[in-house]
């Protein structure tokens, strides 16, 4: 299983940003999708997660700014960020879960900066 992030970037406060990730290769039975982060000097956080029957979890200081969601047919979780704050810069990570098995992508940097 491959999986494959883009999206992230550059942005200033208040400002906006999508990630995407894509699963390919043996998928038949994918689970929980989720988005964790690390930023600098801190341990990798779980930032949402979204169950196989959809069930959204948020953590607390991004719940009302981001938006998860995934696309099955298309093997493909989304990360909608809105509100963007300083403190949310961070490299993210995308994490997909089959039959127990941990799947993480190549991390994706996004820096919110005036």
């Known amino acids: 299983v491959q999986v494959v992030q883009s999206g992230g970037g550059l942005v200033k406060p208040g400002g906006s940003l999508r990630l995407s990730c894509v699963a390919s290769?043996?998928?038949?039975?994918?689970?929980?999708m989720a988005w964790f982060r690390q930023g600098p000097g801190n341990e990798r956080e779980l930032v949402a997660h979204v169950g196989s029957q959809d069930i959204e979890y948020y953590a607390d200081s991004v719940r009302g700014r981001f938006a998860i969601s995934r696309d099955n047919a298309k093997n493909t979780v989304y990360l909608q960020m809105n509100s963007l704050k300083l403190e949310d810069t961070a490299v993210y990570y995308c994490?997909?879960?089959?039959?127990?098995?941990?799947?993480w992508g190549q991390g994706t940097q996004v820096t919110v900066s005036s």
């Open positions: 994490n997909i879960q089959q039959r127990g098995t941990n799947y």
């Open positions: 290769g043996n998928i038949f039975d994918i689970g929980n």
